[in-house]
């Protein structure tokens, strides 16, 4: 039996930065009204033609790679987070492995979109504990942009949301004492519409509808969100699976060095952060740089904080998500 530990770190977000203000040309909306609801005062958006969900994910996996001191031949699987895939189908990960020229390894896809990068984690996490790979390439990548409603009419929920990939390498790891401790993931489909993206899909709204109805006031192809709901689900899910992962490794909240929560919202993680009596040093936000990159979010900000030097050698990490699904999990890690 092994742990897993995370050998390596990359982030990729586009050049193309769109403020709050630049928002507000096209929607009905503004700066103050944003940020007051989200803690947002920009996001990345990709360059239709430059970036696409596998290849902001292949940029982060390089970065990744390169970090963790191995070649990219050493990678035994890859397991691929996302909501946003380039195509319909096939997912990105047999994509990633072409264009990084990797063996004929393995490639998974997880759709669990807000905790879809904890998700793969775990999966990844699981393989290695048994031994049956050593190196496996994990990420979380989004292209949201092209796929909001960018009128007045969406702005509740185009305002949250932009592009981005994260990439981690998890190896194998002997002693124990370190790496990933326990992942705990969870669901409750009962409330899988209350943020959902329905059309096109084939147990509804399917292409062909779509063109046969040709609505101009069809929002089924838009993300929908209940935004109220979301939060009052979400501060609860947080608290809750944070209180599990440390309860079972018999530590305490007083033990986290660092928690990396799911950057929905800034007003949630600053609920969950007063709610567990942490510091600013303790908690990584980074939303009001970057929106809601909803797979990709956990990583980014993961990276950025170790980048920054927040994230040191024996320190426990904790990362936590909560989103569409409604699905949420946590990790533990010992660094």
Not at 3 to 26: A, C, E, M, Q, R
Not at 34 to 40: A, K, V
Not at 256 to 263: A, C, E, K, Y
Not at 290 to 316: F, H, M, Q, R
Request: hydrophobic share 40%; proline share 3%.
């Amino acid at each position: 039996m092994y742990h897993s530990k995370i050998s390596g770190l990359g982030f990729y977000v586009p050049s193309n930065v769109v403020t709050n203000d630049d928002l507000s040309k096209i929607i009905d909306t503004n700066d103050q009204w944003i940020q007051e609801r989200t803690g947002i005062q920009e996001r990345r958006h990709i360059i239709k033609g430059e970036d696409t969900t596998t290849t902001m994910g292949v940029k982060a996996a390089r970065v990744a790679i390169e970090r963790a001191g191995i070649d990219k031949m050493d990678i035994d699987f890859i397991v691929f987070a996302t909501l946003s895939p380039d195509y319909y189908f096939p997912g990105p990960g047999v994509l990633v492995q072409k264009e990084l020229g990797l063996r004929t390894v393995g490639a998974l896809d997880v759709r669990n979109q807000c905790s879809g990068f904890v998700y793969a984690l775990s999966v990844a996490d699981q393989y290695i504990k048994t031994g049956m790979y050593k190196n496996i390439l994990v990420i979380g990548s989004e292209v949201h942009s092209s796929g909001l409603d960018m009128t007045t009419r969406g702005r509740n929920v185009s305002v949250i949301f932009g592009d981005g990939a994260g990439a981690a390498v998890l190896s194998r790891e002997e002693d124990l004492t370190k790496g990933i401790l326990s992942t705990h993931l969870h669901s409750e489909g009962i409330h899988a519409e209350e943020l959902a993206l329905t059309a096109p899909g084939m147990g509804g709204r399917w292409v062909s509808d779509i063109v046969a109805d040709n609505d101009p006031n069809d929002e089924s192809y838009f993300p929908h969100m209940n935004g109220q709901f979301v939060f009052k689900n979400a501060v609860v899910r947080f608290a809750e699976v944070i209180h599990e992962g440390l309860e079972a490794n018999n530590l305490t909240v007083s033990d986290i060095d660092m928690l990396i929560p799911h950057q929905a919202n800034l007003r949630i993680s600053q609920f969950i952060q007063q709610k567990f009596g942490l510091n600013d040093n303790q908690v990584y936000n980074n939303i009001q740089k970057y929106g809601n990159t909803t797979a990709a979010s956990v990583p980014i900000a993961l990276t950025e904080a170790w980048e920054k030097g927040k994230i040191k050698s024996g320190d426990t990490v904790v990362l936590a998500a909560f989103g569409s699904g409604f699905t949420w999990a946590s990790a533990i890690i010992k660094w």
